[in-house]
């Protein structure tokens, strides 16, 4: 994340870092992005992190050093990216069931949980290969049992944002923006 510290064009400052939770789908990595860009703050997605300091796609990580090992780094690189300015963290899909990763969101930023129903998801993911998870044979399935597994998580976020399938990108940025606001600890008028 860089340094750079602006007043963001809605008048508003990023206090603490806003993670983005929620499962494979919700929108976190684009709405982030948006986010990001409508408060002048820095954007960055934990996966892509990872993938770079591993030089190996998620879907490799997986394979090579399977999912437990794959969480430990996950861990690793969210701590250090609170660490830094305040900005848009975009976490991966199974970040927030971690305890260790809830209590470091919760002591250096905010969670925000992209509430997106299963139908919403499965329309968003069914197309895309670049899901380790979904590698089943019946990757329906497969995602709503993560779904039923990972809701209870998720709505350990500080503030939740309903995913409504007609929103856009932008228009979803300012359903965050608003619960944002309900935060000045978080997020602070100028």
Do not use: C
């Not at 300015?85 to 975009?90: A, N, V």
């Not at 290969?129 to 998720?154: G, K």
């Amino acid at each position: 994340m860089e340094t750079r510290q602006e007043k963001a064009p809605l008048g508003m400052r990023l206090k603490k870092t806003v993670a983005l939770v929620g499962l494979m789908g919700a929108g976190k990595t684009a709405v982030g992005q948006a986010l990001a860009r409508k408060l002048q703050v820095p954007f960055v997605d934990s996966d892509a992190e990872i993938v770079k300091a591993a030089n190996m796609t998620i879907a490799e990580i997986f394979e090579r050093d399977g999912e437990a090992f794959f969480r430990r780094k996950e861990s690793q690189v969210i701590a250090r990216l609170l660490q830094g300015p305040p900005g848009i963290l975009s976490t991966g899909g199974g970040a927030f069931l971690s305890d260790r990763n809830r209590r470091e969101i919760s002591r250096y930023g905010v969670s925000v949980w992209l509430n997106a129903d299963l139908d919403l998801l499965w329309n968003r993911v069914r197309h895309k290969d670049t899901r380790p998870l979904l590698r089943t044979a019946n990757p329906y399935a497969t995602l709503s049992n993560l779904y039923h597994q990972r809701r209870p998580f998720y709505a350990r976020a500080d503030l939740a944002v309903k995913a409504e399938p007609r929103y856009s990108i932008d228009e979803m940025a300012e359903a965050v923006v608003r619960v944002l606001e309900t935060r000045p600890d978080v997020l602070e008028a100028k």
